[in-house]
């Protein structure tokens, strides 16, 4: 059974990359610590390497839900201005965070769970408490409605968000 550290050294970038899409780079170094620190408090589970990571990536998902609700109590935004000179990958990846902030945020994890993290199915199935058909069915539905909202325009209408 592999200890905190094996742990920490296979997926801190995974779950860090996670956790940037969701909370933004100085919030996910953080989260990303208290993840592996609550790993340090607790027992790992005895399962193969997916269970471990699936069980890593519902901490990391847990504690970035916790951390979203209280910033919205606290009433925390980041304002974008608005700036002609952005690169357009820049500019592409401000659209893609406004469209991913439009989503629930299971749907928005189930999609960052597999196309950043790399989990599969069952991985994001255990992580996020749905079936894997319910993984399948909201994945294709997350990725029809983001190739929509990228190819409208529509995400470049609210500059604002988290």
């Given at each position: 059974?592999p200890d905190a550290d ?76 608005e700036d002609p000179a ?20 299971v749907d928005r994890d ?53």
């Amino acid at each position: 059974m592999p200890d905190a550290d094996v742990l920490f050294t296979a997926h801190r970038e995974g779950v860090f990359r996670y956790l940037c899409r969701i909370v933004g780079y100085e919030d996910a170094r953080e989260l990303t610590q208290e993840v592996f620190l609550r790993v340090t408090r607790t027992t790992v589970p005895q399962t193969d390497e997916g269970g471990r990571r699936a069980w890593l990536f519902r901490i990391a998902r847990n504690l970035a839900l916790n951390h979203v609700r209280d910033d919205r109590r606290r009433g925390e935004t980041v304002e974008m201005a608005e700036d002609p000179a952005f690169p357009p990958t820049q500019t592409l990846t401000v659209a893609l965070r406004e469209a991913l902030d439009r989503l629930s945020p299971v749907d928005r994890d189930v999609f960052l769970m597999r196309e950043v993290g790399g989990l599969s199915y069952d991985e994001i199935s255990f992580a996020c408490q749905l079936t894997a058909d319910a993984v399948r069915s909201r994945l294709h539905r997350v990725r029809q409605q983001l190739r929509e909202a990228l190819s409208s325009g529509d995400a470049h209408r609210n500059r604002s968000w988290r």
